[in-house]
T-cell receptor, first 114, second 117 residues
Framework: GAVVSQHPSWVICKSGTSVKIECRSL??????MFWYRQFPKQSLMLMAT?????????EQGVEKDKFLINHASLTLSTLTVTSAHPEDSSFYIC??????????FGQGTRLTVV | GENVEQHPSTLSVQEGDSAVIKCTYS??????FPWYKQELGKRPQLIID?????GEKKDQRIAVTLNKTAKHFSLHITETQPEDSAVYFC????????????????FGGGTRVLVKP
């Protein structure tokens, strides 16, 4: 299947700093990318949907000023967690879809805010 | 918006037995239903999917059934093996049949399957 690469796979940051997570589709053009958050032993909660070249659509309850999403090209989307706090610690995972394709997931990023 | 319920949340089966996971969805406009398997610390992997114009689909030991009228779909795993142990997620997507890009997936809560040898 297609490959979606997410980087970094884990990150530890200090409270108040910002963290950027990258999601790349390596062998297909991702017209849409999705960002999820997953708490331990829980399901994937969609945070936002981004289409290349346009603003992301955020799910209800997700602060767009805190979770900045950029989808500048058909192969790259970034999620920046701004002014991170311990409650932002979680597993963040992206997925990408091309035209008429299934969704392929990145390997996820485990964020720990100390 | 769409709401997907998944049951059971945990399922323990003896190796060789069958496992069944059930999901219901709320929006009759949903037309794409994938199932993902997620092993501990790893990304979800698509194992099978079904579209609303099909009632059943099978791939070796895995099968999925869809009842559009009742708005529920199920995953069936036969002859379970220890490597089937993982968390399984169902999902539903609302959107046009042809152009699937851009249609977000709503996930069920997940089922933790343990296959005992």
């Amino acid at each position: 299947g297609a490959v979606v690469s997410q980087h970094p796979s884990w990150v530890i940051c200090k409270s108040g700093t910002s963290v950027k997570i990258e999601c790349r589709s390596l062998d297909f053009q991702a017209t849409t990318m999705f960002w999820y958050r997953q708490f331990p032993k829980q399901s994937l909660m969609l945070m936002a949907t981004s289409n290349e070249g346009s603003k992301a659509t955020y799910e209800q309850g997700v602060e767009k000023d805190k979770f900045l999403i950029n989808h500048a090209s058909l192969t790259l989307s970034t999620l920046t967690v701004t002014s991170a706090h311990p409650e932002d610690s979680s597993f963040y995972i992206c997925s990408a879809r091309g035209e008429n394709t299934e969704a392929f997931f990145g390997q996820g990023t485990r964020l720990t805010v100390v | 918006g769409e709401n997907v319920e998944q049951h059971p949340s945990t399922l323990s089966v003896q190796e060789g037995d069958s496992a069944v996971i059930k999901c219901t969805y709320s929006d009759s406009a949903s037309n794409y239903f994938p199932w993902y398997k997620q092993e501990l610390g790893k990304r979800p992997q698509l194992i099978i999917d079904i579209r609303s114009n099909v009632g059943e689909k099978k791939d070796q030991r895995i099968a999925v059934t869809l009842n559009k009228t009742a708005k529920h779909f199920s995953l069936h795993i036969t002859e379970t093996q220890p490597e089937d142990s993982a968390v399984y997620f169902c999902a539903a997507s609302i959107g046009r049949m042809i152009k699937a890009a851009g249609n977000k997936l709503t996930f069920g809560g997940g089922t933790r399957v343990l296959v005992k040898p």
